[in-house]
Nanobody, 124 residues
């Protein structure tokens, strides 16, 4: 079992930055690939980015490439999402997810554990 707790969300103006954190506890964290997903009001949950257990592989949705960066610190059992050049369309609840496999995946169904989410609101 893995417990995930996100933090770092908030209100920011367009063009600004936020850094989300996801702290993991429970079973071994370093063997899990991790991902970030988001869900805007009235929309389905969508993939944002994912990272392999070792951190050497990362995937990004086209909508965030060049603006968002995922990273992890296995010593701290934490994964991060640095979000720069934020746009109003980035407004959503952001969820951290973990899967028992080591490879990052862009499909929510591959993930076994989810955090409670953190709200990110970008004003225009």
């Amino acid at each position: 079992q893995v417990q995930l707790v996100e933090s770092g969300g908030g209100l920011v103006q367009a063009g600004g930055s936020l850094r989300l954190s996801c702290a993991a506890s429970g079973r071994t964290f370093s063997s899990n690939a991790m991902g970030w997903f988001r869900q805007a009001p009235g929309k389905e949950r969508e993939f944002v980015t994912a990272i392999s257990w070792s951190g050497d592989r990362t995937y990004y949705a086209d909508s965030v490439k060049g603006r968002f960066t995922i990273s992890r610190d296995n010593a701290k059992n934490t994964v991060y999402l640095q979000m720069n050049s934020l746009k109003p369309e980035d407004t959503a609840v952001y969820y951290c997810a973990a899967r028992t496999g080591s490879l990052p995946m862009a499909v929510a169904g591959y993930y076994d554990y989810w955090g409670q989410g953190t709200q990110v609101t970008v004003s225009s």
